[in-house]
């Protein structure tokens, strides 16, 4: 997986570069903000020229230069200071036109603020926005639109006077690259929209050699990338690649496309009416590069729950998949419809107040889903494990988007709401690493010292030579005397693959610790009184005496191993007790395993 991360962040970064060259400045100014239609007709007296908003401006100077008319095109700029602004104004719009056409660019329609209070999350003063800059001789001059009022107070947006300040320095004169070097005269002068037919044809011509560009560099670099890195031959990698293929081909024939428009000094009219086709392709881009994106990680997530066998994670990872492109269609619907110009405002209102309701109906599925998320990234239990939960015990056999199935040990099934069952205690056998044996053994009342240090000693014995007993700890203790009992409490660890087999173990265990203790002579208490008659016998005797010299052996050699065994006795012990026991089938199979 890191393999494949190293992959999408270096393909992230080649993008990123793309990115930020497509969108400009204006696109760092976030978009989202300006979505909203300006209210301005409904709070102040509607603008003729509709020079309410920055938006409105830029739109209003570009149809008047493409029509040619001047007059007009000079009531967009803030012509204050002037000697003669009716002399100066349309001399002024023209320059700035021609300036644009051969040295410049403008910020494309859609990203322009359309609120009347302007773009407010840029650096700049409350009441100014840029909306291009003009690049010429190794200067840029940036192009501002400024708020002014008239006198009813209403906000007019105007081409600002520190931008015109500025023109006069600069010079129109074409360049090397400009198209209208090559072109006949009769396609400058004949014109479509206040443009030269020969800009459009060129235009025309910039798109299908941008693409066929694009689409060399994007196949060399994949080529190579396919040739030189190994590890862009693997599966995951090779279908991470193949999704950046069409994006980046479409990134990249925007750039180029754009670079040429700029650089050939094309008419800015032509350029601003294709900057929304262009922010759309790009946009159309971005988000087809995540939906591959989407589909390719849905894949590779739903293989490796596959062989790790969790239906529910498949489930999860396939439901987010489609979540995701869900968001993606309607977040990039609502981003065209916004830039070209629809108000989206009520749309988004109304899908406001449907999702409050949908999400207030919903409560309880939505609770559910958040609970299967929890329990697939947390793992308590998976497909297959023996569980309590609650109150009930059973085996997982499905957890679903919405419940989770347990089969009891009744053979009966349980449906419980995932919502419900990330919030109760989970206690899950499946993760267990040793089974826990640990009995309390009840004697009679009458079982002497000697014959309890004897069980003490033996049964230790058992635990220390057991093949399947942890050694540690390995607990064998006197805790205490009951009203009708001496009571042995065994503390110890045994390992085992599943609970059949330790049940093996503990039978085998519990049955060397009835034969230890009937071997001291001593016996098991009831909880019931004991009526001593005449013909009782009471506790055997010979074994009572045979137990107490043991311990007195055991005494006068100093190796009573009470209160606890040495280490080397330990040592000795280990795996001396014969399991499976001798005389068993399985005892005998593993004798003729020993003697192949």
């Not at 100014?29 to 020079?51: C, I």
């Not at 494990?385 to 053979?411: A, P």
């Not at 089974?435 to 009458?446: A, D, G, M, N, Y």
Request: aromatic content about 10%.
């Amino acid at each position: 997986m890191m393999k494949k991360c190293y992959i999408l962040f270096f393909c992230i970064a080649c993008l990123s570069a793309t990115h930020d060259l497509f969108f400009s400045t204006a696109f760092a100014q976030s978009f989202l903000t300006d979505t909203t239609k300006a209210k301005a007709d409904a709070e102040w007296p509607k603008d003729s020229l509709g020079r309410r908003t920055p938006r409105g401006t830029v739109v209003g100077f570009i149809n008047a230069v493409a029509e040619e008319d001047y007059q007009r095109a000079a009531q967009y700029l803030d012509l204050h200071g002037l000697e003669d602004p009716s002399m100066q104004g349309p001399e002024l719009a023209h320059t700035l036109q021609n300036l644009v056409d051969l040295h410049g660019k403008l910020v494309s329609r859609s990203l322009i603020s359309n609120d009347y209070q302007g773009r407010r999350n840029d650096d700049l003063p409350p009441n100014m926005d840029k909306v291009g800059d003009i690049d010429t001789d190794n200067e840029t001059f940036d192009i501002y639109v400024e708020q002014t009022q008239e006198a009813t107070k209403a906000p007019l947006w105007l081409i600002s006077a520190e931008t015109l300040q500025t023109l006069p320095t600069m010079t129109a004169a074409d360049d090397g690259l400009s198209v209208n070097r090559v072109l006949p005269s009769f396609l400058l002068n004949n014109k479509w929209s206040g443009v030269p037919i020969g800009h459009w044809l060129a235009m025309l011509l910039f798109v299908a050699l941008a693409y066929l560009v694009a689409l060399a560099v994007v196949a060399l670099v994949m080529g190579a990338l396919r040739t030189f890195w190994s590890r862009a031959r693997n599966e995951g990698a090779a279908a991470v690649l193949q999704a950046f293929v069409l994006p980046l081909r479409l990134f990249l024939a925007v750039q180029i496309f754009v670079f040429l428009s700029q650089h050939t000094g094309i008419s800015i009219v032509a350029r601003q009416s294709f900057s929304e086709i262009i922010f759309v392709i790009g946009l159309v881009a971005f988000l087809m590069l995540v939906w591959q994106l989407v589909e390719v990680f849905t894949e590779l997530g739903k293989r490796w729950l596959v062989r790790q066998n969790n239906p529910g994670g498949i489930s999860a990872v396939l439901f987010f998949g489609r979540a995701v492109k869900v968001l993606m269609v309607v977040f990039g619907a609502i981003m065209v419809l916004g830039s070209v110009g629809v108000d989206v405002t009520a749309g988004l209102a109304a899908l406001g107040i449907g999702g409050i309701a949908l999400a207030l109906g919903a409560q309880k599925t939505v609770e559910n889903l958040v609970g299967s998320i929890t329990l697939i990234t947390d793992q308590p239990l998976r497909v297959g494990d023996f569980c309590k939960v609650d109150d009930t015990s059973g085996t997982i056999e499905r957890i679903g988007m919405r419940s989770t199935r347990i089969r009891t040990l009744d053979r009966t099934v349980v449906f419980i709401p995932n919502g419900q069952l990330a919030a109760l205690k989970i206690e899950n056998y499946a993760y267990r690493d040793r089974f826990w044996f640990h009995p309390t053994l009840t004697l009679r009342f009458e079982t002497t010292p000697d014959q309890m240090r004897y069980l003490l000693v033996e049964l230790r014995a058992i635990l220390y030579a057991h093949p399947r007993v942890d050694p540690d700890p390995a607990r064998v203790r006197f805790t205490g005397i009951g009203s009708d009992s001496k009571n042995i409490e065994i503390f110890s660890y045994v390992h085992a693959r599943d609970i059949s087999e330790f049940l093996e173990v503990q039978e085998d265990l519990l049955l060397r610790i009835m034969d230890v203790v009937a071997t001291s002579g001593t016996d098991f208490a009831f909880p019931s009184q004991t009526v001593y008659m005449a013909r009782d016998a009471g506790v055997a005797g010979e074994k009572t005496q045979q137990a107490e010299q043991q311990v007195q052996h055991w005494r006068e050699q100093g190796d009573l191993q009470i209160p606890a065994f040495d280490a080397a006795k330990i040592s000795k012990l280990k795996d001396t007790i014969d399991y499976p026991p001798k005389g068993s089938s399985a005892y005998q199979g593993k004798g003729q395993q020993h003697s192949s």
